[in-house]
C-alpha cells in the first residue's frame, strides 16, 4: 500500500437511486437497495493501487486550465493512459475524465480520479444522473441520448461504455491542453463536437494551433497533438479510435515512454515472488531517516484514514459542513404532480439527488494533534527488543494501561492502535520468520485494521494462495449449487457488505472453492445457516464431538451438567450449530471477529472451552429453568459479554488435560509452526498443544466405541498425561519443588492391598466399596477428607477395573473437574513408576 507522503485525504458523495418499497425479487425477499450494491461492488476499487490512480480507502453509506509545453502534454498524455490502461485490465473504464479529475502529485506526476464512480454504480444504473461530463463525453455516448441503463421502458439497454471512450476524453483533455481552453469554452456541446470532429486534417490542426502557440511552436504541437486526433477519430455510429494499450505503444511516445518503468504490482504477503526483491541500502544507513520529521506520511492511506476515523474524523459531518449534504424536512420532498393541462404542483427534482463534483479535503490536523506525543521511534519498532512495544512511546504509562483496558475501548484508542498497527505491519513483512513474535502479540489483541492478514498468519497460510484460488474450477455447475444459492441470502444480512450482490458472490465463490476442493466433504445447511461438514457420512462424528462437550461441561461445572441431563436438555439440542459454524450462528460479526481472534490461537478443543464458557454465563437461568423454558432461552439466546466470554474461555482451556478432549475421528491436524507458540501464554504451558497432534505411544489413549463413550460422564486422560501431571521421573520421584503446588490429585479406589503393591507416587486410597453410602453420599474418613481439600484441582481416579463408576459418584455430588485413567493401572506398571511403600519395622 503506496503512503501517504505529501498526498491529501478527500471525500465526495453521490446519491443512489431509490428502489420501490412495495416490489420484491424473485426469490420473495425485498430488493436489495442500490446504495448496498455500490458499496458491494466498491470493496475491489480498494484493491487497485497504481502511480497513475488516486487510492481509494473507503466507502460510507449514509442515511440521505492552464497552457503546457508539448513536452510535458506528452508526458501528461503518456502518465493519463497509463492509468487508464491498468483498470482495462481490471474490467473498468474511467467514464468520467474532465480536467478536475486529473490531478497531479507533488512530483507532478498524473493521479486519476474518481475513476470507480461508473464501475460502482454499475454503469450508471444504481444512480439518477449520468456518469461522465457532457463536455468531454464521446460522441457514441451522447448518441445514446439519456435513457437509463436498466429501464425496461426504453426497449434494449445500451452497452456499456468501453476503454475508446475514454481515449476520446483524454482526447478533448489534450486538445484544450494544447489550445487552450479558451477555444472551446463558450461553444455549445453540439457545435464543439462537430469542431473537435471535423479536425480531420494537419493543415486545420496547425492552424488552430499556431493561432494559440505561434508559429515556431506550432509544428512540434503537431506532434503532440497526432496522439490526441488518433483519439479523436469517429466513423458512423462506432468509434474507431485506438484504445490507451494501442495508444501507449505508438510511435509518438517513443521519447517519452523510455522515461517510465514498467509498473509491477507490490507483492503481497502471500505470493511465490520475494517480496524484498526490490529493496536497496544506502551505503550510509542513517540516510534512511535524514529529515523524515514527518512520520505520518510515511504511513499507509488506508492506515492514516483508519486512524483518522478513530481521531474523531466523520465523513458525513464533513460534507454536510460544506453543504454538500443536506437534510430537508419531509414536506419539502413532496412529488411533483403533472396535470392533463401541463400545469404542476410539488417539488422540482431536488438537485441534491445529482452528482456534485466536489471534493473535499479531510484536515488531518485533529489526528496529528493526537499523536503528537508519539516518540518517533515508536514508527520503527526493533523487533529483536524483548522490551514491550508500547515503551517506544513517550506516553508509555498512557500505553501500558490502555493495555488492561476493555479491548472495545483498545480498538478505539487512537495511539494505541497507531503502536499496534506498526507493530503487527512490520512482523507482517518479515513473515513466516517472525511467526512466533505475530503469534505472541495475537495473544494481546489483533488490530483490526490488519485482522485479515493476521488471521492468515495465524493459519500458517503461505506461498500464493491467490493463484491456487484462482485455478479452481468455481464456475462450472454443482448439485450444492441450489442450497448455497439459498442460504446465503440468510447469512447475516444485517451486514452491507455481506447482504450486497458482490458479498453474495463472492461468499458463493469461496464456498464453492471449498466444496471443489475437498470431494470427500458435503455442504449441509444447519438452521438456516450453511456449514461445510466433515464427512459424508458424518453423524458419527457429530455425536463424538458433542459427547466429548457434554463430558467438558461435567468436567468444569458439574452441577450444570447435573441439571441439563436431569430435564433432558442434552447438547444435541442447542450445541450443533455452535460447532458446526465455529459459533457465527450464535454472536453477530463484531463479536465473532473477538472470538476467532483468541479462536485461532488455540487447538482443536478450544471450542469446547468456548461452548463451556457460554453456558456458564447463562448459567443462573439454566439451573432456574426447565426443559421448554431452556428450549425457549436458547432460541433467542440473550446478550454474551464475547470479552468475558474469552477471558474465562482461556481459564477453562488451561485447566483441561489435552487428552481429555481426544476424539477419534478428529480432523487430520495440518502442520503448524514451533509449538510453544500455539497457546495463550505462560499459563497455558502443558495445555497449550493439541493431543490431536502428538505421535501415538503405548501409553497414549486408546479409541473408545461411541456406546461406551457416552455412558462414561466424566473424560478420560491418558497415562502419558498423568505422568507429566504429576511430574513423575523414573524411579516414582517427583520433580516438583516443595513450594509448588500440584494440580493434579489421584485417587486410587482399588481395595488396600492392591494399594500396597504398587501405586502412583503421591497418590491417595480410597477404596470404592468404602467410598460411598448406600444414599450415594461421601463417607467422611480421612482420605475423603484429603479429597475434600483438594477439591477444583483435577482429580484421576485410578482403577484396576473402568466399569467401575466412582467418577460418575463424584460428579453427581459435584466434584469439578474429575477425570479417569484410560486403561487404569495397567497402563501404569510397564512404566516402572509405581511406588511400594516400604515394609514398617
Known sequence: ???????????????????????????????????????????????????????????????????????????????????????????????????????????????????????????????????????????????????????????????????????????????????????????????????????????????????????????????????????????????????????????????????????????????????????????????????????????????????????????????????????????????????????????????????????????????????????????????????????????????????????????????????????????LKAYPYKKNLVWKEARVDIPPLIRGLAWAALLGVEGDIQAKYDSIDKDTPIPTDRQIEVDIPRCHQYDELLSSPQGHRKFRRVLKAWVVSHPDLVYWQVTHIHTVLWSIDNSHVIQEYLTVFSQMIAFHDPELSNHLNEIGFIPDLYAIPWFLTMFTHVFPLHKIFHLWDTLLLGNSSFPFCIGVAILQQLRDRLLANGFNECILLFSDLPEIDIERCVRESINLFCWTPKSATYRQHAQPPKAQGDASTNGFGKTANYYSSDYQDMPKTDLSREPLELSDLKAEVSPRISAEDLIDLCELSVGGQTKRSKASKPKILAVDIRSIEDFGRGHISGSISIPYSTAFSPDGELVQCPATGTLQSFRGRVIVVITDCLKHCFATHLVKVNYPRVTTLDGGINKMKPTGLLTVPSPQI
Not at 32 to 38: A, L, M
Not at 404 to 412: D, K, Q, S, V
Request: hydrophobic content about 35%; overall charge negative.
Open 1 to 427: 500500500m503506496r503512503p501517504l507522503r505529501d498526498a491529501q485525504l478527500g471525500a465526495f458523495t453521490f446519491f443512489a437511486s431509490a428502489l420501490p418499497h412495495d416490489v420484491c425479487g424473485s426469490n420473495g425477499l425485498p430488493l436489495t437497495p442500490n446504495s448496498i450494491k455500490i458499496l458491494g461492488r466498491f470493496q475491489l476499487l480498494k484493491t487497485i493501487t497504481h502511480p497513475r490512480l488516486c487510492q481509494y480507502v473507503d466507502i460510507s453509506r449514509g442515511k440521505h486550465a492552464k497552457h503546457h509545453s508539448p513536452e510535458r502534454v506528452l508526458q501528461i498524455a503518456y502518465e493519463a493512459l497509463e492509468g487508464l490502461e491498468f483498470m482495462n485490465k481490471h474490467g473498468m473504464v474511467h467514464r468520467a475524465l474532465n480536467a478536475q479529475n486529473v490531478l497531479m502529485d507533488g512530483k507532478g506526476k498524473v493521479k486519476l480520479a474518481k475513476f470507480g464512480l461508473y464501475y460502482m454504480t454499475d454503469h450508471g444504473a444504481d444512480v439518477d444522473f449520468p456518469i461522465g461530463y457532457p463536455s468531454y463525453l464521446a460522441p457514441e455516448v451522447i448518441a445514446q441520448g439519456s435513457v437509463h441503463p436498466r429501464d425496461p421502458s426504453q426497449g434494449e439497454n445500451p452497452l456499456p461504455s468501453g476503454p475508446k471512450t475514454d481515449v476520446w476524453s483524454l482526447g478533448v483533455l489534450l486538445f484544450e491542453l494544447c489550445a487552450g481552453r479558451r477555444l472551446l469554452q463558450n461553444i455549445e456541446i453540439s457545435e464543439r463536437l462537430k469542431f473537435i470532429i471535423t479536425l480531420g486534417c494537419i493543415d486545420d490542426i496547425v492552424t488552430v494551433l499556431a493561432e494559440e502557440h505561434g508559429c515556431l511552436d506550432a509544428i512540434r504541437c503537431v506532434y503532440v497533438f497526432d496522439a490526441c486526433s488518433k483519439s479523436l477519430t469517429f466513423h458512423s455510429v462506432l468509434p474507431s479510435r485506438p484504445t490507451p494499450a494501442e495508444l501507449l505503444v505508438d510511435p509518438v511516445f517513443e521519447g517519452v515512454s523510455c522515461l517510465y518503468a514498467p509498473f509491477q504490482q507490490p507483492v503481497g504477503l502471500f505470493s511465490s515472488s520475494l517480496r524484498c526483491a526490490h529493496l536497496e541500502l544506502p551505503e550510509d544507513i542513517s540516510q534512511l531517516c535524514k529529515g523524515q520529521s514527518e512520520y505520518l506520511g510515511e504511513r499507509a492511506i488506508d492506515e492514516v484514514y483508519h486512524l483518522w476515523c478513530l481521531a474523531g474524523g466523520d465523513l458525513e459531518k464533513e460534507l454536510t459542513n460544506k453543504e454538500i449534504i443536506q437534510s430537508k424536512p419531509p414536506v419539502c420532498t413532496l412529488p411533483n404532480f403533472l396535470l392533463e393541462d401541463g400545469e404542476s404542483f410539488g417539488q422540482g427534482r431536488d438537485r441534491s439527488f445529482l452528482l456534485d463534483d466536489t471534493t473535499v479535503t479531510l484536515s488531518l490536523c485533529q489526528l496529528k494533534n493526537r499523536l503528537k506525543d508519539v516518540a518517533g521511534e515508536a514508527y520503527y519498532p526493533l523487533l529483536e527488543d524483548e522490551q514491550s512495544s508500547l515503551s517506544q512511546s513517550n506516553s508509555s504509562n498512557e500505553l501500558s494501561c490502555t493495555v488492561m483496558l476493555p479491548l472495545i475501548i483498545r480498538e478505539r484508542d487512537t495511539e494505541y492502535q497507531l503502536i499496534r498497527i506498526i507493530l503487527f505491519d512490520r512482523l
